[in-house]
């Protein structure tokens, strides 16, 4: 699943290419896309036709668009990308991606066409959602349905020094507590192993066993690799995220660990390591990192 920087610069691309516009027309295929929504794809469409692209919005690896209908009632069409999902800003002549699962016909507030937007997933874990927006420190709100989503390192409503509190509350692996999105959003598997190692820390080390220095400095690294990752367009190991555009980004040549197992350590020399965590593959440096 794309981690924070590439949701984030899927966001802006949607900011650039979509918001301002008006929905004229949407297609939904199959109902597996609308899946998330329970009265169904037709519903879906229904709800979304005429509505003002107000705002693309994003919390962790979170996406959504704020939408109006014509009295100023804004909602959210929540947009997951899952694991191979891709939105493309695309001429509405061009030709049908071979898994195309949605299509967003748009127009300027003048009326005139504007470029198509499209849902292609290939994985299919993907699809759209709609929600109502409560309040959460934004000038729309959030959407209902990921209210309980903690913010994430790149946001102002982040508080950090409540969620070291909370991180040294707990008898949890740090890597897990990384990866708690109920804590901290916005952090996966890459920019977690990443962050521990840029910290030298083991991210089998328990939370409570840290100081809250050292629990400071890991999310701060995690912070740090985030915004680097967004600089160069986030990571992509295939062909399968890419941003509106279908560029794919390129910070996967500066992964220092992740990924890179039986490489030399950057830092030290040392082979790096892969082990299995939580149904996942967690890469350290067993010099640098040391279980303790």
């Known amino acids: 699943m794309p981690e924070l920087p590439e949701v984030e610069v899927v966001r802006r691309g949607l900011a650039e290419h979509v918001v301002g516009r008006r929905v004229a027309e949407v297609s939904l295929r199959g109902a597996r896309v609308a899946r998330r929504h329970a009265p169904g794809p037709r519903d879906l469409e229904d709800r979304l036709r005429g509505r003002l692209v107000r705002a693309a919005e994003r919390r962790g690896k979170y996406l959504w668009l704020v939408v109006e209908d014509e009295t100023g009632q804004a909602d959210a069409l929540i947009l997951h990308l899952g694991m191979s999902g891709q939105l493309l800003v695309e001429p509405p002549d061009a030709p049908a991606e071979k898994h195309l699962h949605a299509t967003f016909d748009l127009v300027e507030t003048s009326g005139e066409p504007a470029p198509q937007l499209r849902f292609v997933d290939q994985r ?114 295939d062909a399968l995220y890419v941003n509106v555009n279908g560029a794919s980004g390129y910070f996967d040549r500066s992964l220092a660990v992740y990924g890179q197992q039986g490489r030399p350590c950057p830092r030290c020399g040392t082979p790096v390591r892969r082990e299995a965590f939580m149904n996942r593959s967690s890469h350290y440096c067993p010099r640098c990192q040391r279980r303790r």
């Not at 050292?214 to 600089?231: F, G, N, S």
Request: net charge neutral; proline share 4%.
């Open 124 to 237: 299919t874990f993907g699809g759209l959602a709609w929600s109502e927006l409560v309040a959460g420190g934004r000038a729309f709100g959030i959407p209902e349905s990921i209210a309980h989503i903690a913010p994430d390192p790149l946001e102002p409503a982040y508080d950090q020094a409540d969620v070291v509190r909370r991180m040294k509350a707990r008898h949890v692996a740090v890597k897990r507590a990384l990866l708690d999105q109920r804590l901290v959003s916005g952090i996966g598997n890459i920019y977690a192993d990443e962050a521990l190692w840029r910290a030298r820390v083991n991210g089998v080390r328990d939370t409570d066993s840290l100081t809250r220095p050292t629990l400071a400095r890991v999310l701060d690294h995690a912070a740090e690799v985030m915004r680097e990752a967004l600089k160069q367009g986030g990571t992509s190991f």
